[in-house]
């Protein structure tokens, strides 16, 4: 089974719906031969001939996870930390706010940084038709949760000392006093 999913944006990725449709096209992609599951999200388009979902319950969702022999997926930070847990074929394709898929290009700026990494990056429908050809599994260094983790640890030995968060709290919401009313 091919599990495609692009997470729960509110911004279609049509793109990739596009690309996914033109693969089925040239049949790299044959929902008649093998299951294809598609979790769309806010997409506008989504491809004829497959099993479609906008959103999926976390154990559904999951389930399909299991099943899947190859995983094409959004670069949500999210899928990420999912995708680190699991010993399959996968492909991102980061959203562009070139694209109106995201506010911002963050997506690409990680997978810039993942590419380098040797995580496996669809900047085209070209580098789907590769790894189509030549899935791998790929490992990740460092998830996401794991570096916020990690930059979160290092912040609060950086700066949680009394002096520091006296005055924060002071220049956040004002003196001592009233602060221990919040807490």
Known sequence: MILITVGTEKFPFNRLMK?????????????????????YGSCTIVPNGIEGHSVLKET??????EKARIIIAHC??????????INKPF?????????QEHVDDHQVELAQQLAKQGIPIA???????DFLA????????????????QASLL?????????VREELTSEL????ELATVFA
């Open 19 to 39: 690309w996914i449709d033109n693969l089925i096209d040239q049949k790299l992609i044959q929902p008649e031969k093998e299951e294809v599951v598609i979790q």
């Open 60 to 65: 559904d969702f999951l389930n399909l996870v």
């Open 76 to 85: 949500g930070e999210g899928t990420i930390d999912l995708l680190a847990l």
């Open 91 to 99: 492909i991102l394709v980061p959203r562009s706010h070139d694209f």
């Open 123 to 129: 900047n085209s429908q070209e580098d789907l038709v």
């Open 134 to 149: 030549n899935p791998v599994v790929a490992k990740f260094p460092v998830t996401p949760a794991k570096y916020y983790a």
């Open 155 to 163: 912040l609060e030995e950086e700066f949680e000392t009394d002096l």
């Open 173 to 176: 919401i004002g003196s001592l």
